[in-house]
Nanobody, 117 residues
Framework: QVQLVESGGGLVQPGGSLRLSCTTT??????????WNWYRQAPGKQRELVAL???????NYAYSVEGRFTISRDNTKNTVYLQMNSLKPEDTAVYYC?????????WGQGTQVTVSS
């Protein structure tokens, strides 16, 4: 059973930066052909898609994070990253990574990001 493990969350002041990582617990032969997503869910709100990166390295971002967040992947390490700069209090949420294709859909347990002074 494949699991995703996130890391890098924590408490940061407004304007600060964090880098989230998400890696698989075992190698996936077809990982290079799969797409990665980062979602987040704030208290009392629905889960929202923050960023995605396709198997061809095409990226897309939510309007609220455009220009501040960068998603990237390293297939050799089975890992996706989310670099978050210029963080705002409204970025506070639990962040989840997701790896999927037509046959599989894997989710991480989530990592808490809190932006507060």
């Amino acid at each position: 059973q494949v699991q995703l493990v996130e890391s890098g969350g924590g408490l940061v002041q407004p304007g600060g930066s964090l880098r989230l990582s998400c890696t698989t617990t075992r190698d996936i032969f077809t990982l290079f052909a799969m797409d990665w997503n980062w979602y987040r869910q704030a208290p009392g709100k629905q889960r929202e898609l923050v960023a995605l990166i396709t198997s061809r390295d095409n990226t897309n971002y939510a309007y609220s994070v455009e220009g501040r967040f960068t998603i990237s992947r390293d297939n050799t390490k089975n890992t996706v990253y989310l670099q978050m700069n210029s963080l705002k209090p409204e970025d506070t949420a639990v962040y989840y990574c997701n790896l999927h294709d037509d046959r599989a859909d894997y989710w991480g347990q989530g990592t808490q990001v809190t932006v507060s002074s």
